[in-house]
């Protein structure tokens, strides 16, 4: 196109510098001071080029504790979809007393800014391990997991109605690779009226005797450092992401980073990392590996920015 038009001897940064402009002036929200990148010009470009190619070749895939769901609200931790089952309706004390201190024996692992993916693999497995025999041994409920969920104070980001919604509109597949418990996952979503059809869940279901009494988990265990497992096992077989060569992924964690890996024949991906916690301490190692960083952010302003921008070309 550029070669049809007066400026055609201009040189093309000159060009590109333009475009970026266009795209301060278009998504306003990726000037805001708690978006970081480290190279802001072939992010700008990247989203030019999925807009470009619009809604249609565009597929999500997304984590889902602390980066669909909030981290804090008021001061206080949200619960991640397991510890929503910390409800005395399902566990009794004493299991409530050991996931705790699991957890806090635990998550400072998987957050710590100076250990490996790897040296913090086996701690994550024998993490999600015991807490899944300790959840085993309680004989949950199927049919109280509705209510744990709506007594609990689990909460998607501000503007997530609006992203699950307009994704659904465009027809854009959503899929969310979560470790946590896919069960009381789609209860999250179910009860927020965003569990639309082109939503795909991968996670860590529950399996339940004929009584309706928890007595396993399904399949192959997930957890944050080996998503590129499952992504290339589970989601590369998923028909309704094929002829969507363009990836925008979210996640909190670096182990995110490898969902997109099952994409066959990707064009664009643009990752989106939230940055809830450690901010300092994991400041660098966040903006060497994300395209993008979003600081103590507890909204989806950014993404519902460069999903509008996207989808507003014609969808080819
Ligand atoms: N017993 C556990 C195990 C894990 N978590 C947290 O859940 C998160 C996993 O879910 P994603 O949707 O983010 O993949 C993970 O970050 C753990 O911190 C937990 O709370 N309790």
């Known amino acids: 196109m550029i070669y049809h038009i007066p400026w055609i ?11 970026h402009q266009l795209s301060k002036t278009e998504i306003p929200e990726l000037a805001k001071c708690s978006v970081l990148m480290r190279e802001r010009s072939r992010v700008e470009e990247t989203i030019h080029a999925m807009q470009r190619a619009g809604a249609g ?9 602390m980066t669909l769901t909030k981290f804090t609200y008021n001061g206080k931790r949200v619960p ?14 004493n299991c409530t007393k050991k996931m705790r201190e699991l957890l806090n024996t635990y998550y400072p692992i998987e957050i710590d800014a100076s250990l490996s993916a790897e040296e913090k693999l086996p701690l994550m497995v024998e993490w999600w391990t015991k807490v899944h025999e300790l959840l085993i041994q309680q004989k949950i409920r199927k049919d ?23 994704l659904s509109e465009h027809q854009v597949p959503l899929l969310i690779l979560s470790a946590g418990v896919g069960d009381v996952l789609e209860e999250v979503i179910r009860q927020n009226h965003v569990f ?21 988990f399904k399949g192959q265990l997930i957890h944050t450092f080996n998503k590129r497992e499952c992504a290339l096992s589970q989601a590369a077989g998923l028909r309704q992401l094929q002829g969507c060569p363009n990836v925008l992924l979210l996640g909190d964690s670096l182990g995110d980073l490898t969902m997109a890996d099952g994409v066959s024949e990707p064009k664009n991906i643009l990752t989106i990392g939230f940055l809830n916690d450690q901010v300092e301490e994991r400041k660098e190692s966040y903006i060497n590996s994300f395209d993008m ?4 952010d507890e909204t989806m302003d950014v993404p519902n920015a460069i ?10």
């Open 144 to 166: 109280m997991l509705a209510v744990a969920v709506k007594e609990s104070s689990v909460m998607l980001r501000d503007g997530c109605k609006l992203f699950f919604d307009r």
């Open 293 to 296: 960083v979003l600081v103590k």
């Open 9 to 19: 001897h201009t040189p093309v940064r000159t060009v590109l510098a333009i475009w």
């Open 307 to 316: 999903i509008r921008y996207i989808s507003s070309s014609r969808d080819k």
């Open 57 to 65: 070749s565009l597929q999500v895939i997304s984590d889902f504790d």
């Open 80 to 93: 991640t979809t397991h510890n929503i089952l910390d409800n005395q309706l399902l566990i009794n004390e």
């Open 196 to 216: 639309h059809p082109n939503v795909h869940v991968i996670s860590n279901y529950m399996d339940f005797d004929k009584t309706g009494v928890l007595r396993a």
